[in-house]
C-alpha cells in the first residue's frame, strides 16, 4: 500500500484546507458542505457539486480496490488512525439541519403519548436510552448514526435535543462535604421512590400492608411491620371510595352485635387473599352494656363509650366515618370490672391520625425501606482500593423482585473516607422520609399520595453492623453488639440488652472523660466507640 498523502487537501466549495485526507473526507459528508453544493448547483447548474483534490486526484489508482469515491472525494479506511475517533471536529449544527422537507421533525415527533411518558415517541425513547446507555458511543459514531437516520429519510430530533433532554421530576446527585470537607456524591433517596411508585409494574407489586402468614417467606410477613407502630399502614379504601384511618371511629357489621361503632387499630392483609382486614375496638354505651352484661353493678354515664372488645373484620364489612364519643373506659372480660384510662391515654386514643391531617385529603402510602452497605473493590483481597457503598431496596417488593438488579437502587459510593463520615447526608434524608413524608404520583391509585418511608432495617456483615453501631467488633472485651455480654464472665449469658438510648448515653460518658487513657478505659468498660454516627439518631434504633 502507498504511503498517506501529507498535502493538504483543499474543498473549493466551502474554502477550506484540511491536512490529513480522512478529516477532509468526513468534511465532504457534512451538512454544511451538502448545503454549499446544493446552492453552488442552484447558481450553477452545470456543477457536478463536487469537491477537488486537486493534483492529488490521478493517485486513485494507487489504494487499490478498498478506496472508493464520496462526493468525489477519495477515502482509504486503512489510512485513518484509530485514535482520532475519540474526538469530532463536528458539531450539531453540521448533523441537526433538515435534509430537504421530507426530512423535517414534524410535530408527530413531539406529540406526548401515553405509551412512552414523558418521551414525545418510541423513536426518541430509544435514541435517549442509547446515548445514555452503560457504554455510550462517542461523538463522532453519534455523529454518523444521526447522519445516516436523516439521510435515510427517518424522521429524527436532533441530537442536542436528546442530549439535553430532561426527565420531570429527575433530580441530578447531590455534592456533599464530609466532615473532613471532602466531597462525594449522593442520589436522592426521594427521586428513587419517585421513580418506583411512578412505575406501574413496582407500583402493583408493592404489598401496602403487613401480610399475615404462618410461614414467613416475605419481609412483610415479619412481626416488626405488623406490631410497630412506626411501620403501620394508617389507612384504607372503602367499598364506597371513602379513605378511612386507623384511630377512625366508623360503623360497621359486627359477627355477634350486628351494626356497631368502633375505632379502628390497624389494617392488614392475609396471605391466601387480596381483601384488606383491620382491627377494630367495639365501642357500645351503658345502656347496650347492660343488656350484653347484665350482672354489672357498674354505672357509666351516658356521654361515656366502653371499649368491649377487639375484634378482626374484612375492610368491606366497614360502612362509613361516624363521630368520635368524648370519652371513653375499657372493659376487661377476664377481670369483669371497668379500667379507667388516664387522661393522656384516653386523648391519645381518641385525637386524630396525624397522617389523615398531613395527608389534606391525599391517599396514604406506608412504604418501609432497606438499606444495604458495604466496603466493595474490585481487587479479590479487598484489601486495596476499597469503595463506602450504599444501595436501597423497597421492603414491600418480593424477594425475587427485590433480588434483580434493576430493583436494587444505588445512592452512593466512595473511596475517600469512612463509611461513618457518610452517613449524615444519608441520615437526614431517612429522617425526612419517616417524618415529613412525600407528595409523588402513585401508578397504583393513579393520584398524587402521601409517602411514609421509615427505614425497616440494615443489611450488612457483622464487622459493617458493629461499625454502624459504634461497637468495638467481636473482638473486644464487650463483644457482642446486642447486650453488655462481658468475655471474662463465664459462663457467658445474655446480659441487660443494649439500646439506642443507653449506648448514646454511654458515648456522653467517654466524651466525658479528661484523659485520653480514661477515654479509652471506659471505652473498653462499656464496648463503644466515641466516633460521630448520624445513624444513632434517626428515629430508627438500629439496636433492635
Known amino acids: 500500500m502507498a504511503e498517506p498523502l501529507s498535502e493538504v487537501f483543499h474543498c473549493e466549495v466551502c474554502k477550506q484546507s484540511f491536512g490529513q485526507r480522512w478529516r477532509f473526507v468526513r468534511h465532504l459528508q457534512t451538512q454544511k458542505h451538502l448545503s454549499n453544493v446544493e446552492a453552488l448547483e442552484i447558481d450553477d447548474p452545470s456543477h457536478t457539486g463536487s469537491s477537488y483534490i486537486g493534483s492529488h486526484r490521478e493517485d486513485a489508482e494507487v489504494y487499490g480496490s478498498d478506496v472508493f469515491q464520496t462526493s468525489g472525494a477519495l477515502y482509504d479506511e486503512e489510512l485513518q488512525p484509530e485514535a482520532v475517533y475519540s474526538e469530532s471536529d463536528l458539531d450539531d449544527s453540521d448533523i ?117 402468614n404462618n410461614v414467613y417467606t416475605e419481609i412483610f410477613h415479619g412481626k416488626k411491620w405488623s406490631t410497630d407502630s412506626r411501620f403501620a399502614s394508617p389507612m384504607a379504601e372503602l367499598d364506597t371510595g371513602v379513605d378511612v384511618f386507623v384511630r377512625d371511629c366508623v360503623y360497621f357489621q359486627h359477627p355477634k352485635l350486628g351494626l ?33 352484661v347484665p350482672d354489672t353493678a357498674a354505672y357509666i354515664p351516658e356521654h361515656v363509650n366502653i371499649i368491649f372488645d377487639m375484634i378482626a373484620i374484612p375492610i368491606s364489612s366497614v360502612h362509613a366515618i361516624c363521630e368520635k364519643p368524648a370519652e371513653v373506659i375499657k372493659w376487661d372480660e377476664l377481670a369483669h370490672s371497668f379500667i379507667r384510662l388516664s387522661h393522656e391515654d384516653s386523648c391519645n386514643y381518641l385525637k386524630p391520625n396525624h397522617l389523615k391531617t398531613k395527608a389534606a385529603g391525599r391517599k396514604v402510602v406506608m412504604l418501609p425501606l432497606i438499606l444495604f452497605t458495604d466496603d466493595l473493590s474490585g481487587n479479590k483481597s479487598k484489601k486495596w482500593h ?53 407528595i409523588v404520583y402513585d401508578s397504583f391509585y393513579k393520584e398524587t399520595v402521601l409517602v411514609i418511608a421509615p427505614l425497616l432495617c440494615v443489611i450488612c456483615d457483622n464487622p459493617r453492623a458493629s461499625q454502624l453501631l459504634n461497637h468495638l467488633g467481636g473482638s473486644a472485651k464487650k463483644f457482642c453488639r446486642f447486650c453488655m455480654a462481658d468475655r471474662d464472665t463465664t459462663p457467658c449469658s445474655v446480659c441487660e440488652e443494649r439500646t439506642r438510648d443507653i449506648s448514646l448515653q454511654q458515648i456522653q460518658e467517654i466524651q466525658s472523660q479528661r484523659t485520653e487513657k480514661a477515654k479509652s478505659d471506659k471505652s473498653t468498660e462499656v464496648g463503644l466507640r466515641d466516633v460521630p454516627n448520624s445513624l444513632l439518631h434517626i428515629l430508627a434504633d438500629l439496636f433492635k
Not at 408527530?108 to 415517541?121: C, I, K, L, Q, V
Open 96 to 212: 441537526d439541519l433538515e435534509i430537504g422537507s421530507e426530512g423535517r421533525l414534524g410535530d408527530s415527533m413531539f406529540r406526548h403519548t401515553e405509551s412512552y411518558y414523558p418521551f414525545p415517541s418510541k423513536l426518541f425513547a430509544l435514541l435517549f436510552f442509547h446515548l445514555h446507555s452503560p457504554r455510550p458511543m462517542g461523538q463522532t459514531n453519534l455523529s454518523f448514526m444521526w447522519a445516516t437516520l436523516k439521510g435515510a429519510g427517518v424522521e429524527v430530533p436532533s441530537l442536542s435535543q436528546v442530549k439535553h433532554f430532561q426527565l420531570p421530576d429527575f433530580v441530578p446527585p447531590k455534592r456533599v462535604l464530609s466532615p473532613a470537607n471532602t466531597p462525594f456524591y449522593v442520589l436522592s433517596i426521594s427521586s428513587i421512590i419517585s421513580h418506583c411508585l411512578g412505575s406501574s409494574k413496582l407500583s402493583h407489586l408493592l404489598a401496602r400492608y403487613p401480610v399475615v
Open 260 to 292: 356497631s361503632k368502633g375505632v379502628i387499630v390497624k389494617f392488614f392483609q392475609v396471605d391466601s387473599c387480596k381483601e384488606v382486614y383491620c382491627e377494630i375496638d367495639t365501642l357500645v354505651d351503658f345502656n347496650r352494656f347492660a343488656q350484653i
Open 386 to 438: 476499597k469503595f463506602e457503598s450504599w444501595y436501597l431496596m423497597l421492603a414491600g417488593l418480593p424477594r425475587h423482585e427485590n433480588a434483580k438488579p434493576e430493583n436494587i437502587h444505588f445512592v452512593s459510593c466512595t473511596d475517600l473516607m469512612d463509611v461513618l463520615d457518610m452517613t449524615e447526608c444519608v441520615a437526614q434524608q431517612l429522617q425526612q422520609l419517616e417524618l415529613d413524608g412525600l
